[in-house]
């Protein structure tokens, strides 16, 4: 960001974001309707985050490998098969035409997971079923004794600890020194040794033929989504993506059931760690809301939900950083997109936190109450949700059309509402997924 | 004496439980008494998550602290005390999903409650929990998902329990990730439980 950027406030950086994002940069709209329809929509989430009412509620998915057995493929096919990812989404994006983009990076590239030998995940063919989604193999991938390594230096702990543990290939790492050695010319013939060794050589090897493979699957999938966003209209809506420290830690470094132990154990290394991550978390966010030309980031929320833990627990060593880094976020113009997973009725007195400014926030719910959260958020935060999965799945359209008109009959008549499923969809009917879509347009225009 | 034992597994002192059961073994005190403090420990933990004090992570730690406990006093039981079991219980998450924290907390809570836990792991096809309900006749089989995915597993495992003959002689439960009433009905369980405690709860109800 130049100097220019950094004497914006926060409103005009935001401001700013929302500007380039509507301008659809170097898209070539197929028809004069797409650009309008672009406009549009882009529209509606603007004046839903800033808690007006647009033209309708819109409605925004976050559909897993639904579009996938929609189509006839299978996820091990996409993973694979980018022609096929493409057929995917494409009828997907035409058939159920929401107010943005899915997007299809989310089937990500299994040639990547292959050479790398990922060990962190099973994907189709690897372990789970051609038509499964991904799922994490939790473990301990960061060990109890090592706090103080991450803390003293996260990068250095990824490049030669944690990143040779959960990619096989890159498992020679472990015998890179770290980069910080490199100071003066002495020190660089006696650092690069440990890079001539045979098993470190073939590690980059296959660190570069992964990049190659990662290559080849972007300029794909950037085809794809171009081509719904030129054709449909439809805007990105995830520019940039990052997570709740406390998450980041839990999720795939810890593992849950250790992370809840360090609590009783170690909590002043686990705030500690937590500290350590934020400012990465807000540069990740950032950073790729940047690069995407975007506006929002996507955050799923994942191990504060009810339940995890104590409110007590809660305010200490899970929404001091999240809210870091929701604040980082909002004072570089990012709008965080909250994916609160499972129920948050316990926490909706802490997250609507009046130092979060009005209007730069988007959260959706899942099994929360909704009437409890617009008690809360009405003039201060943009909320959105929560079509249960289990209504997708097991209801009947009827189901889904009574819940979406009661949904938005009780929350949505001030402004400031997405509907969206709650949790992704995956597995729903193709039949109720339309008539949520029906529904929104049916029930959903503001007067 | 005892009480202090019961105090620090109740209370979430780890290092405290595990002294005084050093200290309680070195001075002769028959084990099976330790392990009854362990029992009304968990009684306490169990009543404290559902009045909603405490959480997963107090169940976890109860966890560690009475495996921990029971390595201890292993070396020290010299013949397996019969206790009665309130009952059996088949357990396991279904097929295609490989996520088991949920599943191991219930398998837990269910074991510190006396109930005789077969955990079946995680990926169970249908045809495990037939072949493991038929060997040994458990009055509850419970079903565990994260992904929606799990729908349908569910419920192709109730139908093979039918299809086997063996429906009416188990109560099936199921929970976990976006499980719910819903789901429930459509697997064809009977009932759905959003927590640890509630298929103890249940599982209790159903061996009365």
Redesign the interface.
Known sequence: MNEEWSRLTPAQKLEARFSEWSSAPGVQFATPEAERAYHERTQMFRDATQLKKPVRVPIALNVGIFPYAYAGVTVQDVMYDYEKLGLAFKKFNQDFTTDSLSTCIFGAPGKVFDILDYKLYRWPGHGVSPTSSYQCVEDEYMRADEYDQFIADPSNYFLRVYLPRIFGALQPWSMLPPLTDILELPFVGASLIPVGLPPVQEAFRKYLEAGQAALEWIQAAGAIDGWSTANLGLPPLWAGISKAPFDTLGDTLRGTRAIMLDKFRQPAKLLAALDRILPLAIEMGVRWATNQHGVFAFIPLHKGADGFMSDEDFRTFYWPTLKGLILGLVNEGVVPWLFVEGGYNQRLDVIADRDIPAGTTVWIFDRTDMKEVKKRFTGWACFGGNVPASLLQAGTPEDVRNYVRRLIDDVAGDGGFILANGAVLDHARPENVRAMIDASREYGVYR | MVDRLVTAIAE?R?EEALAITRELLGAGTPPTQILDDCRAAMEIVGQRFEQG?????EL??AG?MLKAISDLVKPHIKQEAEVKKLGKVVLGTVR??????GKNIVGFMLDANGFEVYDLGI?VPPEAFVEKVREVQPQVVALSGF???S??SMKETVEALKAAGLRDRVKIMVGG????E??C??AGADAFGA?AMAAVTLARQWTR
């Open positions: 979430m780890e004090k405490y959480f997963i992570p976890i730690l560690e295609g999903d490989i996520h088991d924290i990926d992904l929606t995915l729908y349908d990730g976006t499980v719910d819903k789901v009905t459509y927590d």
